[in-house]
């Protein structure tokens, strides 16, 4: 469902005001991401079952990255609970163990590299290869372990999709509309169109949605931006 291309962060303070945002919506979106700002706010898992209870897709946005068997039983807690994406970080053993525990319904994304983090941030990590190296490196690695998709900026979509083809989901974050010059704590962005005409299943905006003078038009803008940039895709053999 094309709708379902834009994934809505819900990067608010509670969860009332998380389905105060949803209402608002209204049927401009479907899937919304709940991350570690709900999460400290009570109440994360009566708001994601509320949101299935809704009919809405959920995208639990929680990087879990602990030893393999707490992951495991980390991923095996939230079966059942109406989540459709829940990403993981870290090493080979830790994304096999979330995989390994997912469930028939749930989709494990592994996280490459976050946009937030640019070449300086990396080199201070320790990281000596580029950012895109590094991207298809972990996206290589997810494949092998059993994960469904990644989370990668849309700078990489490119490289991903050239040696990958489409055996992962991609999500982008750190996606800024065309008339929307803030970046705030993203370093690599990229507009709605570019990042699906470069190959993302989903992209996901928080800001400039959230924080628009009308949240649901501003929605219903990117949705017309995914739309025309869907149509001018080249034909697949194979359904997208």
Sequence with gaps: MSRDRLIVALDVPTPSDALALVDKLGDAAGFYKIGMQLLSAGGYMDLAEELAGRGHKVFADLKFFDVPAT????????RGRGIEFLTVHGNQAIMEAAAGHKGAHM???AVTALTSLDRGDL???GFECDIGQLVLSRARRALEAGCDGVIASGHELPALRKALGRQLL???????PVDNDETHDQKRVMTPAAAIAGGADHIVVGR???AAPDPRVAALAIQREISRSLAMRPRRSAPD
Aim: charged share 20%; glycine share 8%.
């Design 123 to 125: 080199d201070d990590l």
């Design 107 to 109: 989709k494990i994304l």
């Design 170 to 176: 991609v999500v982008t974050p750190g996606i800024r």
């Design 208 to 210: 400039p949605i959230n």
């Design 71 to 78: 992951v495991a039983a980390a991923v095996r807690g939230l």
